[in-house]
C-alpha cells in the first residue's frame, strides 16, 4: 500500500465521506431494508479507510490504536451510520482476527478487504438471549479437520451485506450438553459449505444504511477458522468486548462534536423575539452542556488511545469499558435530543440531522452491554471490593483507586457518606452512574496534563459536579416504589365524577 501519511489520508477519508454524503444523500435519509445497495458501499469505503485496521505486513496501512480512534471520530462527525459501520468492521471483526485469528485465515480475509470492499461483522446475540449472551445455544461440532456449526443469530449489524462474520458458539459435549465456553470462528459467506442465509430483514427505527436481521446459520468451516484465545473463549470475548466499548468513544466523539456545531451553528443564525436564540440563558446552558459532553468524550478517547492497542490485554478492564461505555453513549442520546429542542420543528424532518441523530443514537444504550446492566455491574464491582476490603465510605474507596483518584479528592464533599451494601437493583443502578460518572470525570482530569483548553475542562467538571450532586441527592432519598401488577383494575378515571367542577 502506498505510503502516505496516516493523519493526512483520516482527512482525505472524511472529505471523501462528506463529498460522497453531498452527492448521494440517499445514503443516509432512505430507509434500505437489506441495507446500502453495493455500489454506494462502494462510494463509502472508496479510499479504503479499513486498511488502517489491517496489519502493513499483509498490506494494510497498519494504525495504532490513536489513528483508528480518530478515524471513528472524523467519519462519525460525517455520518454516524457510516462510523458505526467502520466501528463494526474494525473493532468486532478486523481487529479481533489480527489478534486472535490464525495465520492460514488471514491472508484471504485481508486481500478481500483490500481488494474487493469486503465487509465483516460480528454475531453473538440469539432471539432468546441477548444480555444471557452466555446462555446461547448456537452450537458446534468438530468432525476432523472441519467445524460444523449450527445455529440462529439476530441483530448482527450489515446482515446480509457483510461477507464474513465472526460467530459465536458452543460446543457439543460427548453427553450432548453444550460446554460452558465460547468458541469463535470466522465464517466466509461467499464460500458455499459456509452457509448463513438471512430468514428476515428487521424494519429498523434508524441507522438505515445498516442491515439488521434474523440470520440461520449452518456452516461446515475448516478448523483453522477459530479464533484461538489465551485462556479461554469467554475472555477472549470479554477483551474484544471492552476494546470495543472503549473504542465506542471515537465514533461518540465524532458525534457529539457534531452535534455541538450544528447547535451553535443553528443558535447564532436563528431569531427568535428579535435576538439570536444564542443570546437566551437556557439555549446557553443547552450549549455549555454539548461542551461538556464534547470534553468528556474527549477526554474518554484521550484515555482509551493509551490502552486499547490490541498487544493490551482488556479482560481485567470491565470497570472502565462499561463505564465509558454507558456514560458516552448517554451523552450522545441526551446531545441529539437537545440538539433537536433547539432546532424545534426543523429538527423533526428525516432529512435534517437532528432527528435523524435521535433515533440513531439511542441503540447505542442497548447494543455492546444495556446500559441499565452496564452500570449494576459498575456498582457490584465496586460493592464488592469495598465489602472484600472493609471500605464503607465511597470517598474513601473511590480516593485509593487508581481509576478515580483525582476525581474523588475533586468531589470528596459529595461523595463521602456511607453505602447500603444490600441495596436494591434500582439503587445500584444509581450508584453505578454515579461510579461511572467519577471514572470519566477523572480521565476529564488528565486533560490539565495535556494543552487541551483549560476553561472546557472546567467547565466539564462543572457540570458533572451538578450532575453527581443531583444523582446523590436522588439516590439518598430514593423509596422502593413497588410494580402494581393488576394496573387495569380501578384505574379509569372517566369513571369517577369530578370533585370540583368549575362553573362558568
Ligand atoms: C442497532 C442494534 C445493533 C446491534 N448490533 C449487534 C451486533 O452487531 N452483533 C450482535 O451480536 N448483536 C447486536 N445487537 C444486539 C444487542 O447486543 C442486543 O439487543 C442487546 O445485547 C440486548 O439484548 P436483547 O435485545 O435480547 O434484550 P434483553 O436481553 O431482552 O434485554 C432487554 C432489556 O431488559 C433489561 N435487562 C436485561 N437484563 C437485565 C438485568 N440483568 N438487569 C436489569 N435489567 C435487565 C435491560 O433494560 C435491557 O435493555 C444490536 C442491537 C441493536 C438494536
Redesign the pocket.
Known amino acids: 500500500m502506498e505510503k502516505q501519511n496516516i493523519e493526512s489520508f483520516i482527512n482525505e477519508c472524511q472529505l471523501a465521506l462528506r463529498n460522497a454524503l453531498t452527492t448521494y444523500p440517499e445514503i443516509e435519509t432512505t430507509n434500505y431494508l437489506q441495507g446500502l445497495p453495493k455500489e454506494l458501499v462502494e462510494k463509502i469505503f472508496r479510499l479504503k479507510p479499513l486498511s488502517l485496521f489491517i496489519p502493513e505486513s499483509y498490506g494494510g496501512r497498519g494504525g495504532t490504536a490513536r489513528h483508528r480512534l480518530a478515524l471513528l471520530e472524523a467519519i462519525s462527525y460525517e455520518s454516524i451510520g457510516v462510523g458505526l459501520m467502520m466501528g463494526?468492521n474494525g473493532s468486532?471483526f478486523l481487529e479481533p482476527v489480527s489478534k486472535y485469528g490464525q495465520e492460514e485465515t488471514k491472508t484471504d480475509i485481508y486481500n478481500s478487504f483490500l481488494n474487493s470492499s469486503s465487509l465483516g461483522?460480528?454475531?453473538?446475540?440469539e432471539p432468546d438471549f441477548?444480555?444471557?449472551?452466555l446462555s446461547m445455544r448456537t452450537s458446534y461440532s468438530q468432525i476432523g479437520n472441519h467445524v460444523h456449526l449450527k445455529g440462529a443469530?439476530h441483530?448482527?449489524?450489515l446482515t446480509g451485506l457483510a461477507d464474513f462474520w465472526i460467530v459465536t458458539g458452543r460446543k457439543i459435549k460427548p453427553n450432548n450438553k453444550l460446554a460452558r465456553d465460547i468458541d469463535l470462528f470466522v465464517v466466509d459467506r461467499n464460500k458455499r459449505e459456509q452457509k448463513i442465509s438471512v430468514d428476515e430483514y428487521y424494519h429498523?427505527l434508524g441507522?438505515f444504511l445498516i442491515p439488521?436481521g434474523l440470520n440461520n446459520i449452518d456452516a461446515r468451516i475448516p478448523a483453522t477458522s477459530r479464533l484461538i484465545p489465551k485462556t479461554s473463549g469467554i475472555k477472549l470475548m470479554m477483551d474484544l468486548l471492552h476494546r470495543s466499548r472503549l473504542r465506542l468513544s471515537g465514533i461518540g466523539l465524532g458525534f457529539i462534536k457534531r452535534m455541538l456545531d450544528e447547535a451553535v451553528n443553528h443558535c447564532r443564525q436563528r431569531y427568535v423575539g428579535g435576538k439570536s436564540l444564542m443570546a437566551y440563558d437556557q439555549v446557553q446552558h443547552r450549549i455549555s452542556l454539548l461542551q461538556a459532553c464534547f470534553t468528556v468524550s474527549s477526554a474518554m478517547c484521550h484515555y482509551t488511545a493509551g490502552v486499547s492497542s490490541i498487544r493490551n490485554d482488556l479482560t481485567s478492564y470491565a470497570l472502565q469499558a462499561n463505564a465509558a461505555k454507558s456514560v458516552l453513549t448517554d451523552m450522545m442520546h441526551d446531545s441529539a435530543q437537545s440538539l433537536l429542542q433547539l432546532t424545534g420543528a426543523k429538527g423533526y424532518r428525516r432529512d435534517h440531522i437532528a432527528g435523524r441523530a435521535v433515533v440513531d443514537s439511542r441503540?447505542f444504550q442497548?447494543?455492546?452491554?444495556?446500559n441499565?446492566?452496564m452500570y449494576?455491574q459498575v456498582a457490584d464491582y465496586v460493592l464488592k471490593k469495598m465489602k472484600k476490603s472493609k471500605y464503607r465510605n465511597l470517598y474513601d474507596f473511590l480516593n485509593q483507586l487508581e481509576l478515580t483518584t483525582n476525581a474523588a479528592d475533586h468531589f470528596k464533599d459529595v461523595i463521602s457518606f456511607d453505602l447500603n451494601f444490600s441495596s436494591v437493583?434500582r439503587a445500584r443502578v444509581k450508584l453505578g452512574k454515579i461510579i461511572a460518572k467519577l471514572i470519566t470525570a477523572n480521565f476529564t482530569f488528565n486533560l490539565y496534563e495535556t494543552d487541551f483548553q483549560e476553561d472546557l475542562v472546567d467547565n466539564a467538571l462543572e457540570v458533572i459536579g451538578n450532575e453527581l450532586a443531583s444523582m446523590i441527592s436522588s439516590l439518598k432519598q430514593s423509596r422502593l416504589v413497588s410494580v402494581v401488577e393488576n394496573y387495569s383494575e380501578n384505574s379509569d378515571w372517566k369513571l369517577y365524577q369530578p370533585l370540583t367542577t368549575a362553573i362558568v
Open positions: 463494526i468486532l461483522g460480528l454475531m453473538i446475540t441477548g444480555t444471557d449472551a443469530k441483530w448482527g449489524g429498523k441507522l439488521y441503540p442497548i447494543f455492546e452491554g444495556s441499565d446492566v449494576s437493583q
